[in-house]
C-alpha cells in the first residue's frame, strides 16, 4: 500500500445523497442499475450506473442515503452518463454492498 498526502485525500469529493429514482439497466455489459441521486440544492441531482443487483433491486434503493465521489468527470456507460461514483464494499462474495452512513445526516454533507 502506498501512503498518500492529507492535500491528495482532500481532492477526493466524496458526499452523502439520497436515491431519488432507480431502474433496471439490462444494455449494460454486466448486470447493473440506473441510479439518481441527490445531493442536495448545491450540486442537486446526479446519476450514477452500479453493478449492485446481486443484493439490491431498483424497489430497495429509494430513499437510500449512499455515499459517493461527486468530482470525478462524467463517464459513459453504454448509453448512460454516469456523473457520480456511489461507493460500495465487497461482500465475502465479492459482490457490492453500498457505503452508507448510519445516521441520518444532510444531503451533500462532504465526508472527512
Same mark, same amino acid.
Given at each position: 500500500?502506498?501512503?498518500?498526502?492529507?492535500?491528495?485525500?482532500?481532492?477526493?469529493?466524496?458526499?452523502?445523497?439520497?436515491?431519488?429514482?432507480? $431502474?433496471?439497466?439490462? $444494455?449494460?455489459?454486466?448486470?447493473?442499475?440506473?441510479?439518481? /441521486?441527490?445531493?442536495?440544492?448545491?450540486?442537486?441531482?446526479?446519476? #450514477? #450506473?452500479?453493478?449492485?443487483?446481486?443484493?439490491?433491486?431498483?424497489?430497495?434503493?429509494?430513499?437510500?442515503? /449512499?455515499?459517493?465521489?461527486?468530482?470525478?468527470?462524467?463517464?459513459?456507460?453504454?448509453?448512460?452518463? #454516469? $456523473?457520480?461514483?456511489?461507493?460500495?464494499?465487497?461482500?465475502?462474495?465479492? $459482490? /457490492?454492498?453500498?457505503?452508507?452512513?448510519?445516521?441520518? /445526516?444532510?444531503?451533500?454533507?462532504?465526508?472527512?
Amino acid at each position: 500500500m502506498s501512503a498518500i498526502s492529507f492535500d491528495d485525500f482532500l481532492k477526493v469529493d466524496i458526499r452523502v445523497g439520497r436515491i431519488t429514482r432507480a $431502474e433496471p439497466y439490462p $444494455e449494460a455489459r454486466k448486470p447493473a442499475i440506473k441510479l439518481w /441521486v441527490d445531493f442536495g440544492p448545491a450540486i442537486g441531482e446526479k446519476k #450514477s #450506473s452500479a453493478q449492485i443487483t446481486a443484493h439490491y433491486t431498483p424497489g430497495d434503493l429509494l430513499g437510500k442515503r /449512499v455515499l459517493a465521489v461527486v468530482n470525478f468527470p462524467p463517464r459513459q456507460i453504454g448509453r448512460f452518463i #454516469s $456523473e457520480v461514483l456511489v461507493l460500495g464494499l465487497p461482500d465475502a462474495d465479492g $459482490e /457490492v454492498v453500498l457505503a452508507t452512513p448510519d445516521k441520518d /445526516v444532510p444531503l451533500g454533507g462532504r465526508m472527512f
